[in-house]
Every structure is written in C-alpha cells, then in structure tokens.
C-alpha cells in the first residue's frame, strides 16, 4: 500500500485517495442437517481513486506485485471518467465506537452448537430440513488521500442464520430466523422457538379473500418495503432528479406515525462505523421524522452534486467505487406489542415473507409481492396459511395508512424493524 | 505454475483434494445520464483449495500463490475437524484438457477509447430522445477468465473465457411518474455482441415513453402468453432451481416429488440444461469439479427424465454427473447451478397462441425473478392486453406468480420461436451472484396465472 501511495505522490494529480482492505471469513456450514463444509477466506485487496485534468479515475488490483499497474489503470481510466465536483476530505474528529471484539467464535465450539440444534430438532413429529451458517468475519480497512488522511477501522462480524425447510400439506415451508452482531452472540434458544412457531402455523392452509384487507408485514418481510425508500433516499437517483423525494426536504410523504433514522452509532450493531468509507464521520441522522422528509443517503459525489454535504454512507468493497446506503436503518418503533397488533385483527394476513422483492418500479416506490410465508388472521387466530396470494401497492401511498407500529423490533443486520400494520393493503388470491 | 500446483497436490493427505487458480481482468464503462460514471479496468487474481474427508469439505483460498501450501494445509485441517455420515463423491473419469475462448473479435484487442465511444453512442440515443427522458444508464463489460484446475485424482484443466455484453435502460419521467425499460446482450462470441444495436437502444427508449402512458395492471388469475425472453425467466425460476439436486439429495420427501418418470407438463414440454454450447453466455465446458458439462434433459415430452448434479449430489442420489458445479470465482466452493437452460421449440405459430383467449396479457421482457422452489415470481418489462384474441393497450407493472407443480401442467402451447438470451446479470444462489447464464424459450401460453395488482 505504502508503494502505491508513494507512486501516487510523484504523479501530477489534483487528488487521490487508496483504500485498502482486507477480510478473513471462516464460516461453517451445515446443509440439510448435516455439516457440508468447513471454509477459510481470505481476501485482500486495493482500490485506486485518483483525480487528474477535473477527471476521475479508478481502478483496483489483489495482485501487490505490480503496484506500478494499478496506477496505469487508473491513469487510463482517468482520460474518459466523470468530472469530479468533490475534494477527498481531511482528518476530522471520530467517535469510539464499539465495533471489534477479538474474542472470536471457535470452530469446534460452532459446530457443536449447529448439532445441538440438528438433535432438539430431531425429536419433532415434523421432518424438517435445516441449513445452518455460523460466520465469524474480520475486517480491516485503510484509506489514505491527498488531504492528509490516514484512518484505519477493524471489525468483527459473528452471525447466525437458519433456515427450515419441510413439505406438509400446505405444500413446501421455507421459515427462516437470523442473528447477527459486532460481538459474540447469545444463545439462540428463542430463534428456534420462533422457528418452531412458524413451522406450527404452517401445518394449515388457508383461503384468503381478495380485496382490501387489513396486512400486517413483520420485520423479515417488511424489509421488500424498505427497498423502494432506499432507492428514493440514495443520492445517486437524487442527483439524477429521477427519485421521487428530489427536492421535498421538508415536506410530509408518509404518515405521522412513520420515522426513519440512519444511525450508524449503535453500540455493536452490524452497519456500526466511526467513519464512512471515505473516512466522513458517521452520525446518527433523520431521514424521515414524523412523516416529514428530512434528508438523503449521501457521499462525496452525490452531496456535491446537489450542493449538500456529505451524509457519511458512502460504502465500496475495494473493487468498486463508493454508493451511498444506510448505516444501520432504524424505523422507530411503536407503542403495542406485536401480540396486541394480531388480537385486534378482526380478518387480515400478516406476512413473515415474500418472493419477488425488488422486481416492481421501485424508483416510483411500487411493490407487488408474492406470499411467501404468511397466515390468514381471523378473530384474532391464526386461522393457517395463504398461499398462491399475491400483496400490492405504492409505499408512498400506503405508508400514510399505517395504523399501527409495534413496540418490539427485530434487528436484520444493519435493518432494526418494528412489525408495521397497514389498514388496506390490494390482495389477490387465487380462486 | 504447472509445478508449483503438482508440487502442491502432493500435501495431500485426505480422500480427495483440487486446487482452483483463477486469473481475471474486467473492464467496465458504466454511463449514468450525461456522466460517465466508471470507465477502466480491474484486475483479480487468487486461489482456493478443497479438501474432502469422510463427508465433508474443507475449504481455503488465498490471493498469491506464495500462500498455496499453506491453504492446502488448511482446507485439510477444516476438512478433518468433523467426520459426518455423508457419503463420498462419484467417481468420475480424470480429464486432461486446455479450452482456449474462440470468439470471433477478441475485445481484449479493443481499447478503453473504442469502448468508451461505442457506449457513449448508445447512451446519447437514449437522452438526445426528448425532455421527458430524464436518465439513461449504459453498461459495457468484458471480462477474461482463466482458470487452471488440477485434482488429486489427476484431472488437469485449463480453461480461458471471454465474456462480453452491453445494457441500456432508459428513464422517462412524467412529473411523478417514472418509468424504466432495459435490453441487454451478452456472451462468449467476442466484441461483435456489442456492436450494431442502435435500433435496440431506440426501441428501449420507446418503451419506456410508452410505458409512461400505461395503465397498471389490474390484478387477477389470467392467460397469458410470454415472449422467449420472459418465458426463458420463468423457466429458470419455476423449475430451474428446482431441479438443482442438492434441495433433495437428502430430503426423501422431496424425492418422492422429483421422482423421475412423474408427469410434470403436456406432452410436448421439453427443458435442457446445457453447458456445453460453446458461445452462449452460460457455456462452460467443464464445470468447477472438472466434470465436462453436456446436454441434460429435465423434462423430456413432458415426463420428468433429470436433474442437475455435483459429484456429491449425483453420489447421495446414485445418478450420474451432469457437470453442473459452478462457483462465481475462485473464492467459492461449487455448488449445483444451472448453464444455459430453455424451453426446446414446440410446433405453434404466434397467432395460434393467442386464439381463444377471451381476457389475457400478452408479456414481454424480464426485469427478474425469485422462487422458493415450489411457489415462485417474475416480472415484466410489460405487458399488453389481450381481448378476444387480439393485442390490444399496454400495461404495467406486471408480476406473475404461480405454483410450479400447478403452472407447467398449466402450459397450453409452445411456439416455434426458440431464442437463448445471456446478457450481463447473472443468477443468484446462496450468496453467489452473478452467476454467468442463459436461459430461454419459444412464445409459451399459460392459464390461469395469478398477477397482483389492484
């Protein structure tokens, strides 16, 4: 890295910036409740940013034997890219974060856990297939520019993902539950108890009639939704005056009840950084308070051409250029414990998952899932499952028609979400 | 290189162990609206090592290759922490083999200028198009594999890969309305894929101007008819995956389902998964086990007849290899894939698929797809109405779902119109995306569809 920046500095340039990283991932993997593999990854790689004549040029290379090439590349690059409107920043004041535990999560100890879990599932009547992956990741990050900065951040990365699979009479049952944190997680007895559930509810199909209807969508499924207002709020389709949300800083475009906050300073969650991937410093910010539009996910680029700053989400792998995205997401959660939400459902469907997100216009925030895995409520009850039905609308439509937010949420990586029930949502169920 | 990987092959102590070293440069030129967003080139180099003992794997990769006999310790440190029940991998037949890319215009003797201009091209078709066109984004990318595998049993593979294609959507804008439409074109032909399209940019353009005056869909169960493109999509996604073996290598139930011989569409349904077409964007010739990939039928005059394996899902089911073990690079283990998988052409012409259908849509263009396996969804470009067997006005916002044991039985013609679509996406499949692949199909009718909306 130091050869590469020392190649940078004997070059006429206006600017340039190097990121390094580096990751090493051992996950163990359990496939149809047997152990399938056991891996070791190790990637280390450098990303070149540079500026020359206005122009922007990158390139990147794993390959630390020709540190003279990745220049070049970047050179050619450099005759064609896009003006550049930014300067990289210099150093600035960080916060500590707690974002590394070196404690690690042994191998051994990992696969003991995914065979405790294969033999309590084993007692069950039911036969259901289970994938485990038990992930233990480190990762280092170092960006050094023309402005004087060098920072450097380490992270540590436990994470735990189930899924179920089994075939009954309501046909294949796909349940899924996950974990995931900066540091080591607690056990998962109450995953595979929600896990369970699931599969309970599941053992029965329901008929769910198309129209209107009450939908309450739970934090895994609500995610699909969150993907049109990520798309919104980007800078890259700000800048491009092709977002919905161009220019409405400030004004209503959800419901009162709805707040979204980028925050990317929560003690040990996953999207958790003291700076950004161009080394702007993370705070935690609104995005959405009370229904009322109050700001975008930006970086260098996207903020300076729309003459704002820089928001702190920029995020690369060392092969790309930086795009802006959420440092962790929180949608602020409600007042009613999910548990409530469902009693007071007089004939509704809740939602755990769906197939299809992201297909639809999101840019005009349109979705039109499938039901992947959800329950027909009635009373109160879960009555059993709906299947071949299908979920539609427009989130800047029916997130005004929200009438509840629970108080409990879930946390899906950098996604912290409360259950949110909306008063009519289009069903279409087959006949 | 040939030394260092056999000096290596020699550590090894397990029942089975290869080696993967993986050299790739990329160049892409990316055109986001009036900006060229990124245009240069990327280079990767690095390795991996699979160790097999007594049921499981063990896997370990690296960048330089200074590090090989470390991995190669490593994967078989990882592969003997824990024995299973698992049972080994089909005995295949060593190969020794060197595939070089035959393309007809190498793009890697095409440099960044020509690129750069040809993409701009397309891009100024799109915003030189009017004032309700707001945005454009243009791709081009090549992309240089070269793969050496070499295996304990003495499989010795080196495999070089081109791959080259083009995309452009358009954005049109009507005060909140927005609309996208998008082609794309890619494979393993050369530096000729790219090259005379302005017709298509024009007609993207078009269709994301008319889309602005559509009409949503409204939702319902319907007939519909796909065009290759989307019927290839759904071919993919609705029993692709589904006959990927390892969801069912160790699942009885499953198997019960999938048991060869069953009923699984009208007699005159035919689906291939076929690695072996040189050219096409999913061609591979060998997959990432070293197994030659060939032509397998799935469903053969509608029976089911075959399945897509790895050597330990063709070992646990006591099938034979198909050759569809692929990794998106060196840094994954292989696990079952598809290659270039299509609907085989039937004896309808266009006009016959559409008589009889009294409310149907006409649909084109595919924006993706997702499956559980049995309950599945894929999305339009577009769509327009059919009435009374006649297209009439667009529509949009079209995703269909269906039920696959339901939906291919559902299937009431097959055109003569076969065409294989690769473009630059890829598929998705436990955290390995893209995947280079085909897929595609005739015109097809299907009924009763379910498509939401309001």
């Known amino acids: ?431 | 290189m040939e030394s260092i990987i056999k000096k290596a092959l020699e550590l090894a102590a397990v029942e089975y162990l290869d080696i993967r070293l993986e050299e790739s440069t990329i160049t892409q030129i990316v055109y986001s609206g009036k900006e060229l967003e990124k245009a240069g080139t990327n280079k990767k180099k690095g390795g991996s090592v699979r160790a097999f003992h007594r049921g499981s794997f063990g896997f370990a990769t690296f960048n330089s290759i200074d590090e090989l006999p470390k991995a190669v310790e490593e994967a078989q440190r990882l592969a003997r922490i824990s024995e299973t029940k698992g049972s080994g991998l089909k005995k295949v037949d060593p190969v020794k083999d060197r595939i070089k890319a035959v393309v007809d215009d190498n793009p890697l003797e095409h440099g960044l200028e020509e690129k750069v201009d040809l993409a701009r091209k397309y891009n100024e078709i799109i915003l030189s198009a009017g004032e309700k066109i707001q945005s454009s984004r243009v791709l081009y990318e090549d992309r240089f594999v070269k793969t050496y595998f070499y295996s304990t049993e003495g499989t010795e593979l080196e495999i070089e890969k081109i791959y080259c294609g083009v995309s452009f959507a358009s954005f049109a804008r009507d005060g909140s309305n927005v609309q996208m439409a998008f082609n794309s074109f890619g494979d393993q032909r050369g530096f000729g894929t790219v090259l005379d399209h302005e017709t298509d940019v024009e007609e993207v353009v078009k269709h994301s101007l008319d889309l602005l005056k559509a009409e949503k869909v409204e939702g319902g169960v319907y007939t519909v008819v796909l065009d290759p493109r989307i019927a290839g999509t759904f071919i993919h996604e609705a029993f692709g995956h589904l006959s990927e073996a390892d969801h069912m290598a160790r699942n009885e139930k499953l198997k019960a389902i999938m048991k060869k011989g069953s009923r699984f569409g009208p007699d005159y349904l035919n689906v291939i998964d076929d690695g072996s077409m040189i050219g096409e964007r999913g061609y591979i010739g060998y997959d990432d086990e070293g197994v030659r990939a060939r032509k397998n039928y799935l469903i053969k005059d509608g029976i089911l007849v075959g399945r897509l394996h790895s050597r330990q899902t063709a070992e646990l089911m006591g099938e034979d290899v198909t050759g569809n073990a692929r990794a998106i690079d060196f840094s994954f283990m292989p696990i079952v894939r598809m290659t270039v998988t299509y609907i085989d052409r039937g004896d309808k012409e266009f006009e016959e698929l559409l008589e009889g259908i009294e409310r149907g849509l006409y649909v084109i263009g595919a924006l993706g797809g997702q499956t559980e396996l049995e309950m599945f969804t894929f999305s339009a470009e577009r769509a327009y109405k059919i009435e009374n067997g006649r297209i009439g006005e667009m529509v949009r916002d079209v995703v269909l779902s269906g039920n696959v044991f339901e939906t291919l039985k559902n299937i009431e013609g097959i055109g003569k119109d076969l065409v294989l679509y690769g473009g630059l996406g890829g598929c998705g499949k436990r955290g390995q995306f893209p995947l280079p692949v085909s897929d595609g199909s005739p015109h097809i009718r299907i009924k009763n569809v379910v498509i939401g909306g309001k």
């Not at chain 1, 402005?147 to 009479?169: C, D, H, N, R, W």
């Not at chain 1, 080591?184 to 769910?208: C, G, N, V």
């Not at chain 1, 950004?276 to 996910?297: H, N």
């Not at chain 1, 930086?322 to 440092?327: G, V």
């Open chain 1, 1 to 431: 890295m130091e050869k590469i920046v020392e190649i940078l500095k004997k070059k006429d340039l206006e600017g340039f910036e190097v990121y390094l990283e580096e990751t090493e991932s051992n996950p163990v993997i359990f496939e149809q409740n047997e152990l399938q593999s056991l891996e070791k990854k190790f990637d280390r790689g450098v990303g070149v940013r540079l500026i020359r004549n206005g122009r922007l040029g990158f390139s990147s290379t794993n390959d630390f034997e020709s540190p003279d090439e990745v220049v070049e590349y970047a050179l050619e690059s450099a005759r064609y890219g896009e003006k550049v409107t930014y300067s990289f920043p210099g150093p600035s004041e960080t916060a500590d974060l707690r974002i590394y535990s070196d404690e690690g999560w042994p191998e051994k100890e990992r696969i003991e856990i995914g065979n405790r879990i294969l033999e309590e599932l084993k007692g069950l009547a039911r036969d259901v297939k289970i994938d485990m992956e038990l992930d233990y990741t480190r990762k280092k990050a170092t960006i050094i520019n023309s402005a004087g900065l060098q920072v450097e951040m380490e992270k540590t990365f436990y994470s735990f993902e189930i899924s179920g699979f089994t075939i009954t009479e309501s046909g294949f049952v796909w349940v899924y539950e996950q974990k995931a944190s900066l540091k080591p997680l607690p056990p998962f007895d109450d995953l595979i108890r929600k896990l369970l559930k699931k599969l309970e509810h599941a053992d029965r199909t329901a008929r769910s009639k198309s129209g209107e209807l009450k939908v309450v969508f739970a934090p895994q499924a609500l995610f699909s939704l969150i993907r049109p207002f990520a798309v919104g709020l980007s800078g890259k389709n700000i800048a491009k005056r092709i977002s919905p949300l161009t220019n409405r800083i400030g004004e209503k475009i959800v419901g009162e009840n709805i707040t979204f906050i980028d925050d990317g300073t929560i003690p040990w969650s996953w999207g958790t950084r003291p700076f950004d991937d161009e080394g702007i410093p993370v705070k935690k910010r609104f995005l959405i308070e009370k229904g009322v539009l109050r700001g975008y996910l930006l970086d260098l680029n996207t903020s300076s051409k729309i003459g704002m700053e820089s928001t702190g989400n920029a995020f690369r792998k060392y092969s790309s250029l930086p795009s802006p995205s959420f440092n962790n997401l929180l949608i602020e959660p409600g007042e009613i414990p999910s548990s409530e939400i469902f009693k007071d459902i007089d004939y509704g469907i809740v939602v755990h998952s769906v197939i299809g997100g992201g297909q639809s216009n999101l840019l005009a925030g349109d979705f039109s899932l499938n039901i992947g895995l959800g329950f027909l409520i009635e009373k109160g009850e879960v009555v059993g499952r709906v299947k071949d039905t299908m979920v539609a609308g427009n989130v800047y439509d029916c997130f005004n028609r929200v009438y509840a937010v629970s108080r409990d949420t879930e946390a899906l990586g950098p996604y912290i979400l409360p259950y949110i029930a909306f008063e009519k949502l289009n069903v279409t169920a087959k006949e």
